[in-house]
């Protein structure tokens, strides 16, 4: 049988899909961020942690046109960065070192990503600080059974786990670049350095006596509630406080001796009024510093107390509807009107962010037949979500970013929230919103005149003030996990030094000095 004449006629080259103008990429939507990155728009790098054990990155490409507030202007672009499965366990806590500077080329831009589970260990990873600059041409396709583009970034990589807590991990936060803070259900709060992951010191909080437990308890020896729920480090470094399961009260350490500074024990008074009935825990289990550093909020179950450097109580925030609270954050922390003012922002059981006025509160009803308290309460200036914006689903956590400053006056920002059923939505909120909000109130209420006493703003007469809803809704982005805990920032401008910088994978950050030492450890 013979041998089949091989055609030897050349093959017509195929079409080239940078040449083809009518071919569609999928990576269309990649181009589309690199000119929006071009034209001046915002990338926000977003870390999500969920009871699913993964570790989820996300990028968000605002367009300039959506933070002036054009509500025509062009959705928010996301693209998935890296998908970590971290831990064994749920993933209860998150932190990110902070961002170098970019004027500061002795800095490496990259940063370390810690996350805490249950399974007892902290992972950590090197996260860039830049904004992916995509090349279409070089980009590959990478597969995915979503709708959502990825951009891989070989950059961030892991670097190991620190096994030094024996419980659960409950709080991480990184104070400086150089150090890392890590609490536990064990009772200690761990301070490591970042060069070579050394455990510097270990504070150790007392565990609470087992009171008032029934004596057919069957519990083992230990298995009394405790573990340090939260901490927050002052903006100084020299101070901190702690809050601890079964225990009705927050204790003060020295950061600089490492020993115990004082404890503040929660009065009936301060309970009552935000909700702890006589059944309940009465700890603390948020708490967090303003950034001048003059007072501090201490989160509950249904509420939170603010205290003064005195540690006497300012003021007072409970949701109403009375509601689980989550999570509690300082939002806008600069001044206004005149007045200095710090604004709080609360996540709710019912899907509700709401803004109060540490400086606008409402005096206690001393003439009620049964008075809830004689604090004083925060005035609601503001929220996102809720029912009224067919949003109930809870806010597990949440993150303020700033946006842009006029004076060293903060002016808008960005909202981020993060649901239990895996959606990740971002707000964008203006200052302005929230005092007019706050005027438009005092004026259709009953308050005929305020009074001024000190820096606080104090209405005379008790009304009920009508929380309004503000910001503008940017987009939203589906996870498909349960999601605990989240982290976010505004990501740096691509630029020739540092990449530079963050091609050299050995290099490390670099320790404090020897004066900073005294101060940070």
Avoid at 213 to 218: A, E, F, Q, V, Y
Avoid at 411 to 420: E, F, L, M, P, Q
Avoid at 459 to 466: A, H, N, Q, T
Avoid at 488 to 498: G, K, V
Wanted: charged share 20%; glycine share 8%; hydrophobic share 35%.
């Amino acid at each position: 049988m013979g041998k089949r004449k091989r055609d030897t006629a050349e093959k017509k080259p195929l079409p080239s899909v940078a040449h083809d103008k009518a071919a569609k990429s999928p990576q269309s939507s990649i181009t589309d961020q690199k000119h929006l990155q071009q034209n001046g728009s915002t990338t926000i790098q977003i870390i999500v942690g969920s009871y699913d054990r993964v570790l989820h990155g996300i990028t968000a490409t605002i367009p300039e046109a959506a933070e002036a507030g054009n509500k025509s202007s062009p959705d928010v672009h996301f693209a998935d960065t890296f998908l970590f499965n971290a831990h064994t366990s749920a993933i209860r806590c998150l932190a990110i070192s902070p961002l170098p500077s970019p004027k500061d080329t002795s800095q490496s831009h990259k940063l370390i990503l810690a996350s805490g589970s249950t399974d007892e260990r902290i992972n950590l990873y090197h996260i860039s600080a830049t904004a992916p600059v995509v090349d279409v041409k070089k980009q590959v396709s990478l597969p995915s059974l979503g709708i959502t583009p990825v951009i891989g970034n070989p950059k961030n990589r892991e670097l190991g786990s620190l096994l030094h807590h024996s419980s659960s991990i409950t709080a991480l936060y990184f104070p400086t670049r150089s150090k890392l803070l890590s609490a536990a259900e064990d009772s200690t709060v761990a301070i490591s350095r970042t060069r070579d992951w050394t455990v510097l010191s270990t504070i150790k909080a007392p565990i609470p006596k087992a009171i008032g437990r029934p004596s057919g308890d069957t519990a083992p020896l230990g298995g009394t509630p405790s573990g340090i729920n939260d901490f927050a480090v002052h903006p100084s470094m020299k101070l901190m406080i702690s809050v601890g399961k079964g225990e009705k009260c927050m204790r003060l350490w020295n950061l600089v001796t490492g020993k115990k500074a004082g404890v503040l024990t929660f009065e009936r008074e301060i309970l009552q009024g935000i909700g702890e009935g006589r059944w309940a825990s009465g700890e603390g289990r948020k708490v967090e510093w303003n950034s001048s550093g003059d007072e501090y909020v201490v989160g509950f179950e249904r509420g939170a107390v603010v205290f003064g450097m005195d540690s006497k109580p300012k003021c007072r925030i409970t949701p109403t509807p009375m509601t689980k609270i989550h999570q509690i954050h300082y939002v806008f922390p600069r001044q206004y009107g005149g007045h200095k003012s710090d604004l709080l922002a609360v996540s709710t059981e019912d899907g509700r962010v709401i803004f109060y006025s540490t400086s606008v509160v409402q005096d206690a009803d001393q003439e009620a037949a049964v008075p809830v308290s004689p604090i004083s309460t925060c005035v609601p200036l503001g929220q996102l979500g809720g029912k009224d914006a067919d949003l109930i689903v809870r806010v597990k956590d949440f993150e303020f970013l700033t946006l842009s400053t006029v004076e060293g006056i903060e002016t808008s920002g960005i909202i981020i929230t993060a649901s239990s059923d895996g959606s990740i939505r971002i707000w964008r909120i203006r200052r302005s919103e929230l005092t007019e909000n706050f005027q438009a109130t005092s004026d259709q209420s009953t308050v005929g005149e305020q009074r001024t006493n000190g820096e606080q703003n104090h209405v005379k007469d008790i009304y009920k003030p009508l929380t309004r809803q503000c910001g503008t809704f940017l987009g939203v982005h589906e996870t498909g996990n349960r999601i605990t805990c989240l982290k976010a920032f505004i990501m740096l401008s691509p630029s020739a030094s540092q990449i530079v910088l963050d091609s050299d994978d050995g290099d490390e950050f670099e320790g404090i000095s020897d004066s900073d030492k005294e101060n940070h450890s």
